[in-house]
């Protein structure tokens, strides 16, 4: 199967920050993505094959709810109940105006349109490009899509078992057609969160393909 581009479609480039990606000089990794720089060389090749390419960036206030430091006595990766469902903690990570926050500087994409800043209210965490956490609140990226005219969407990007995940979901959701390029994304990897996420996409069908399935 040979996918042809077509004009109205996006490569959508999910939280490709220093913080997901292994620490380098003591710069980023304060949740890498094993190996998560690895693909940053392939996502800047895809890039050029796209007109249009779209980039999201996790940009958390300090204090952020999804952060462990701000519940005394929990550890990073615990789940707690909040008042929009259940949050997996996390290390303090891409707080704004930090290094850490910063898109990799290997990231090569002169020409994205756009950049979707998420999970900048303390109070809710936002995987998705598309809505936070308590599913209710829009990032506004389906209105530029619309306003755009673009229809289909290729998510390449970290993590593939959270962000990529819920942005494919959600997008879908949206009435927009997900594709997700499995090869130029990696997981984080909880336990369970790969296999829930496989699940997820297929009942949805939502396509996991191999970049060189790109015509
Ligand atoms: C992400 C956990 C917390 C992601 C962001 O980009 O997948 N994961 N914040
Ligand atoms: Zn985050």
Not at 127 to 146: K, M, R
Request: aromatic fraction near 8%; hydrophobic fraction near 40%.
């Amino acid at each position: 199967m040979s996918i042809p581009l077509t004009p109205t479609d996006a490569l959508l480039v999910i939280d490709m920050q220093n913080d997901f990606c292994p620490a380098r000089d003591g710069i980023g990794g304060a949740l890498a993505v094993q190996d998560g720089d690895q693909i940053i060389p392939l996502i800047n090749q895809l890039g050029q094959r796209f007109h249009h390419v779209l980039l999201t960036q996790d940009w958390h206030p300090r204090g952020h709810i999804s952060f462990a430091s701000s519940h005394p006595g929990t550890q990073p990766f615990a789940v707690i109940d909040l008042p929009y469902g259940p949050q997996t903690l996390w290390p303090d990570h891409c707080v704004q105006g930090t290094p850490g926050a910063d898109l990799h500087p290997a990231l090569h994409l002169p020409h994205a349109e756009l950049i979707v800043r998420k999970g900048f209210h303390r109070q809710i965490d936002s995987y998705s490009a598309f809505l936070e956490n308590d599913h209710i609140t829009p990032t506004g990226l389906a209105g530029y899509l619309h306003e755009r005219d673009l229809k289909r969407l290729f998510l390449c990007g970290l993590a593939y078992d959270f962000c990529v995940r819920y942005s494919a979901l959600d997008g879908t959701a949206r009435g927009f057609e997900c594709i997700v390029l499995e090869d130029a994304t990696r997981a984080i990897g909880l336990p369970g969160s790969i296999e829930s996420t496989n699940a997820a996409f297929a009942a949805h069908n939502i396509a996991r393909i191999h970049s060189s399935q790109l015509a």
